[in-house]
């Protein structure tokens, strides 16, 4: 398995608190992800990072923030929680300088529950 | 931007052949991605296919690309309990765009004895 964990793995919190979630890879991958799961939606892609400081948004950015200041940790903050934030989040890697297609290495996710 | 759909369940005998089924929207998506999902776990990849094939066999997977109806499948051989999990069809939008990948809503699979 890819080096990847996710800290917390659960947590509960309530509504208008900041959470911090840390994902965590010892594969040096440039590309650093996060999406989230919800019932019928699948996996969608919340920020993701290109490479140290470089990051950009995905489809459903709005209520989140991200930072990567080293090639290992990608940090996502909910920076005022809400209830539609409740969701499974998955922190992805890739290096696609290493292979033409771009296999996705997921961790193990962090259950987030904002009552 | 890229939509992916997908079926959302497929329930299927022990030892008979699976076809989940997939379609896209976006023409210039250059791979093609089929991700497992256990129980509890994140996703792993189970194949891919390029965009300029139609087809892709790996031991007991096949994957099918109809590029002119945008449609994707995957063909699981010999269904067993183990392939019980939630399937996600994948597009991938290229580099220029942060090689980042669009997932469908997953299919569930329920292998019965």
């Known amino acids: 398995d890819a080096g990847i964990t996710q800290s917390p793995r659960h947590k509960v919190t309530e509504t208008g608190t900041p959470v911090t979630l840390r994902c965590h890879q010892t594969?040096?991958?440039?590309?650093m992800y996060w999406y989230r799961q919800d019932p019928g939606h699948g996996l969608r892609l919340i920020h993701y990072?290109?490479?140290?400081?470089?990051?950009d948004k995905g489809e459903v950015s709005d209520g989140y923030s991200v930072s990567r200041s080293k090639t290992e940790d990608f940090l996502l903050t909910l920076e005022s929680a809400t209830s539609s934030q409740t969701s499974v989040y998955f922190c992805?890697?890739?290096?696609?300088?290493?292979?033409?297609?771009?296999?996705?290495?997921f961790g193990p996710g962090t259950r987030l529950t904002v009552l | 931007g890229e939509d992916v759909e997908q079926s959302l369940f497929l329930s299927v005998r022990e030892g008979d052949s699976s076809v989940i089924n997939c379609t896209y929207t976006?023409?210039?998506?250059?791979?093609l991605y089929w991700y497992k999902q256990e129980p509890g776990a994140g996703l792993q990849l189970l194949t891919y296919?390029?965009?300029?094939?139609d087809m892709k066999q790996d031991q007991r997977l096949t994957v099918l690309l109809n590029k002119k109806d945008k449609h994707l499948s995957l063909r699981i051989a010999d269904t067993q309990t183990g392939d019980s999990a939630i399937y996600f069809c994948?597009?991938?939008?290229?580099?220029?765009?942060?090689?980042?990948?669009?997932f469908g809503g997953g299919t569930r699979v329920l292998v019965k004895p």
């Open positions: 992805a890697i890739s290096d696609s300088e290493l292979y033409a297609y771009n296999e996705q290495f």
């Open positions: 976006d023409s210039s998506s250059t791979y």
């Open positions: 990072s290109y490479g140290v400081k470089d990051t």
């Open positions: 594969e040096n991958h440039r590309y």
């Open positions: 994948a597009a991938e939008a290229g580099r220029a765009a942060g090689n980042k990948l669009t």
């Open positions: 296919i390029f965009s300029n094939m």
